[in-house]
């Protein structure tokens, strides 16, 4: 641990993500560029939808094990330790713009309430894309299981939601930046789960500390993700 000598202000490393979450989130961000990838050039792969498809399947499984994790995780991933009242998260926000917020060692009010916003805009882009066809090559696995308008109206929210993921994708990146601007580097935190502060600087969330559980809690939950996934992939490719 560094130590700025001649100065009683040291830097101490406070654990913050486990890495289910660091996994999960690394994960995450490279399904969603082949995503990308794949339904905007698709160059290099046999028949590109199909890959879309999978690597929507795995978006898919990842959100299910977010959104568990977040009820039976570790610490700072617990939805309880992050999502406030829109009344905190609006004082939260004042002294933001204002520069007098309080440092958190999680999400702070309005990063916690951006991680359900991407993770409910990831869960409709999904499973929409379950019922989606561009009634030529492609229909999703579910597309038989809807009604025509049922299949329309998620055709249509399919391909107009990842407008709305792609602005909250954006204002994210800005707030890493603007973090990182202050002093606060988040995707370092992400690698290496932890983040570094003052010895004198006040963290909000500090004494919720980091709450490990037992490793075969989330080794199981990932092999039921995978294992649904799994299932899903090997349908559509028989």
Not at 171 to 196: C, D, P, R, Y
Request: aromatic fraction near 12%; glycine fraction near 10%.
């Amino acid at each position: 641990m560094p130590v700025d000598d001649g100065n009683l202000n040291t830097t101490r490393l406070v654990p913050v993500w486990d890495w289910a979450i660091r996994l999960f989130h690394l994960a995450l961000v490279l399904a969603i560029g082949g995503l990308w990838y794949t339904a905007e050039f698709g160059m290099g792969f046999d028949f590109p939808m199909e890959w879309h498809a999978r690597l929507g399947y795995c978006v898919l499984g990842l959100v299910s094990f977010r959104l568990i994790w977040g009820l039976v995780g570790a610490g700072h991933a617990r939805f309880a330790n992050f999502l406030v009242s829109p009344a905190r998260t609006w004082r939260y926000g004042r002294a933001f713009l204002a520069r007098r917020s309080p440092s958190y060692a999680g999400h702070n009010p309005l990063g916690g309430w951006m991680v359900m916003a991407l993770l409910l805009t990831l869960l409709v882009q999904g499973v929409s894309g379950l019922f989606s066809t561009d009634d030529i090559l492609f229909d999703g696995p579910l597309r038989e299981w809807g009604s025509p308008a049922l299949v329309a109206v998620l055709n249509w929210l399919h391909h107009n939601n990842i407008t709305v993921l792609w602005v909250l994708i954006a204002l994210h990146l800005l707030a890493v930046m603007w973090h990182a601007f202050q002093g606060e580097n988040l995707i370092a935190a992400m690698l290496t789960g932890k983040k570094s502060f003052s010895s004198v600087q006040e963290v909000h969330d500090i004494e919720r500390g980091y709450q490990r559980c037992a490793p075969i809690v989330p080794c199981l939950l990932a092999v039921f993700v995978i294992g649904i996934v799994g299932s899903a992939i090997w349908l559509t490719i028989r």
